[in-house]
């Protein structure tokens, strides 16, 4: 079972644009945090519908919901 894999380009976006929220300051940081969800969001529904075994496509789910959860707290 694949549980480890090599991270895909929307999981390193995701990477670049956490470091980018939590370092920066501003419309940088405006931007970080929103190439930090989108890309999460993406992988995550990539991970879900595409994913190579249970365990992956029920992390993308778990972290899909997660993701969608803060996004609307954040929205109210």
Do not use: C, H
Request: net charge positive.
């Amino acid at each position: 079972m694949l549980i480890l894999q090599k991270p895909n380009p929307p999981l390193i976006a995701a990477g670049i644009g956490f470091v980018i929220d939590k370092f920066a300051s501003g419309v940088f940081q405006t931007i970080g945090t929103t190439l930090f969800i989108s890309s999460l969001i993406i992988w995550s529904y990539l991970e879900l519908t595409k994913g190579v075994n249970w365990f992956r496509k029920a992390l993308g789910g778990i972290v899909l919901i997660i993701t969608l959860m803060n996004l609307f707290n954040r929205l109210r």
